[in-house]
């Protein structure tokens, strides 16, 4: 039975160990802040199959497309060239013509640029508003933050230019004191590993003095590990506001405190969190 906050769609996992004062907030972007790339789980996965197919031309689509879904799943968080990097191996294990983990993360890009410019257009021509293209609730955490002056700083395996680019298209590039992090290109490496630490030392963080906000498994193992408060966001993309079962399952697997389906509920999120130790 899972438990929740009272009158809330809040889901306390396991109890946090309580801070003096919650200090750093590391937040994720893409589903957890970001809606702009919603759906890119869709276009990865199409381009995928079709890059698997064409390498095993004889194998069950089904079994392709749950081995494609398999790679975008386990490294959501990762840099998108992990990705790709799976299935370049995938079509070399098979021994067809492969291309690298580069090419076609250039390809998939392609694919999603098409998607991400039909928003920002909308955004522009005024037919959607940026909290259209925002998990609901996500300005009111941002808010909530800057109020109790907690450093926040945005990580994300999306390219830095790109989330900068976004993140100022959604008017919040100014909400990230603690610096914004992306994925750079080789041979510079990036992961939210790295930003954790460095984040650690900079501020003397001991544990539950920083809290980490994200929708994949990679920020919600990294947080646990140093000792974080972690918020896994399990919001469904394409119907902002619901819960997504899977994502759900995948950030308790990973070891998140507390659940909640989109940012909407602050009042009963910092009450709890700042609530005295029992
Ligand atoms: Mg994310």
Redesign the pocket.
């Known amino acids: 039975m899972a438990t929740y906050l009272p009158g809330s769609r809040i889901e306390v996992v396991r109890e946090i160990r309580r801070p003096a004062r919650i200090r750093v907030a590391l937040l994720?972007?893409?589903?957890?802040l970001s809606l702009i790339r919603g759906g890119w789980q869709t276009i990865m996965l199409e381009l995928m199959v079709d890059v698997l197919r064409n390498a095993a031309p004889g194998e069950p689509q089904e079994a392709l497309r749950a081995e494609a879904m398999r790679y975008i799943v386990e490294l959501?968080?990762e840099p998108t060239i992990e990705q790709m990097r799976a299935l370049s191996d995938a079509v070399a294990r098979r021994g067809a013509e492969v291309e690298s983990p580069e090419a076609y993360k250039e390809r998939y890009l392609e694919r999603l640029e098409g998607t991400i410019q039909g928003r920002v257009d909308a955004l522009e021509a005024g037919t959607l508003a940026q909290d259209d293209l925002m998990v609901p609730g996500a300005t009111g955490l941002l808010e909530e933050l800057a109020r109790r002056r907690i450093a926040c700083c945005l990580a994300s395996g999306t390219d830095h230019d790109q989330v900068v680019r976004e993140a100022g298209i959604l008017g919040i590039a100014h909400c990230f004191d603690a610096g914004v992090y992306g994925a750079v290109a080789a041979p510079s490496v990036f992961s939210k590993a790295q930003v954790l630490a460095e984040l650690r030392q900079r501020y003397g963080l001991a544990g539950p003095d920083l809290l980490v906000v994200?929708?994949?498994p990679v920020e919600i193992v990294e947080g646990e590990r140093v000792g974080a408060i972690t918020v896994g966001v399990a919001s469904d993309e394409t119907h902002p506001g619901r819960l997504d079962a899977d994502k759900r399952a995948r950030l308790i697997a990973a070891g998140a405190a507390l659940i909640v389906p989109d940012l909407t509920e602050q009042t009963q999120l910092w009450r709890y969190l700042e609530s005295p130790a029992k």
């Open positions: 994720d972007f893409d589903g957890t959501t968080g994200g929708d994949g």
